[in-house]
């Protein structure tokens, strides 16, 4: 098994297959080549890295939604930053 997917694993308590299943492996290891532990739990709970989101799946795939159940918000139904636009007119 991929050291990272591991340790990451064992920080956030969810499988290696369900780290996976997010798609955010590849990136995430990217960001967080030399990080804290610390670090890496709050980039897979928040999808959050040092401020930033560093992409749209990262945010609709955090280990905080999934461990409350739900979905991100703005990420069912519309997506991700429809908050962003004016409902149209008469919508309710």
Do not use: H, N
């Amino acid at each position: 098994m991929d050291a990272f997917v591991e340790l990451s694993a064992e920080l956030t308590g969810f499988s290696a297959e369900e780290l996976r299943s997010t798609g955010l492996v590849e990136q995430y290891r990217a960001l967080t080549d030399g990080a804290s532990e610390a670090e890496i739990i709050r980039l897979w709970y928040t999808g959050v890295w040092r401020g930033v989101i560093p992409s749209e799946r990262a945010y609709a795939e955090g280990l905080a939604w999934k461990a409350v159940g739900v979905a991100a918000p703005g990420t069912a139904g519309p997506g991700f930053g429809s908050w962003e636009s004016r409902p149209r007119r008469g919508a309710r």
